[in-house]
């Protein structure tokens, strides 16, 4: 299901990677292309069952068609992030023991990884969240919450799958959210709420969005071109097909790579520093 690359080398990803948030392939056994399940679809154009390798899967753990993944029909694998997971499983967690090699411990290795890619998504957002000039009132809990979300991704296999994870995103989520609205107060005008609204296809070219709260909002095939997103919390909105062409994005929160990578842009989208303009976009 991955690209098989590792993410771009952009300005403010540093830290990131410090941490093991940012995928690199190299390192993983190619989980992502065979714990997780796909469907033929527009994003895939075969059916995969969860813990069956995907056919284009080579023995080195590369994928056979990397170069071509989006001619092939296999664009759902282009717009992928692990958020590091994958390595952090393949070489912390089972120690460099690979699951062709150790079949004994394939289906607890398939299982874990899911259980680490939230936990790592988890301390992605928790880490921007700690980083915003404006989290002070709640820096020292986010602060604590990346300590203990990277203790937690340490952990045996035992206790990884043992996690509620729905409770414990719960419970990042307060703080997050709390990180949210205090950057979104830095926009020069009260952003409208958004949350969760069903925006599929809407018509937003040029709209000021700013310190809007899109957060799991659905823009999919949305045209946004030229809007002005500054200030805005896109944390979990879904942006796939959406026309970013000439957008403003720089101050945004929570924006990933991933949601870029679904999304259209051109030469003129703004874009966060810590992020890089996909190859795709024209």
Request: hydrophobic share 40%; net charge neutral; glycine share 10%.
């Amino acid at each position: 299901m991955s690209a098989r690359q590792e993410s771009p080398a952009v300005p403010g990803a540093q830290g990131r990677r410090s941490l093991g948030l940012v995928s690199d392939c190299g390192d993983c056994f190619g989980l992502c292309c065979v714990a997780l399940p796909f469907a033929a679809s527009s994003d895939f154009a075969v059916d995969k069952a969860a813990g069956t390798a995907c056919a284009q899967l080579r023995e080195d753990f590369r994928c056979g068609i990397h170069a071509r993944l989006r001619e092939s029909g296999f664009p759902g694998c282009t717009v992928f992030d692990c958020f590091g997971a994958g390595q952090k499983v393949s070489q912390h967690t089972f120690g460099g023991r690979d699951w062709r090699s150790h079949p004994d411990s394939a289906r607890t290795m398939f299982e874990v990884f899911p259980v680490m890619r939230r936990l790592h998504e988890l301390l992605w957002y928790a880490t921007e969240a700690s980083e915003l000039p404006a989290a002070g009132p709640v820096r020292a809990e986010l602060r604590e919450v990346c300590a203990e979300l990277d203790r937690l991704s340490r952990a045996e296999a035992a206790e990884l799958l043992a996690l509620d994870v729905p409770a414990l995103r719960e419970r990042v989520n307060t703080f997050l959210l709390r990180a949210g609205e205090l950057h979104r107060a830095g926009a020069p005008r009260k952003g409208r709420d958004h949350r969760g609204a069903d925006l599929f296809g809407a018509r937003l070219r040029r709209a000021d969005l700013r310190g809007a709260s899109l957060r799991g909002a659905c823009l999919i095939a949305a045209d946004l071109r030229g809007a002005d997103l500054r200030f805005a919390d896109l944390i979990g909105a879904d942006l796939r097909d959406a026309d970013l062409a000439g957008a403003d994005l720089t101050d945004t929160v929570f924006l990933t790579q991933s949601q870029l990578a679904a999304a259209r842009g051109d030469g003129r989208t703004r874009l966060p520093p810590a992020l890089g303009r996909p190859a795709h976009w024209s």
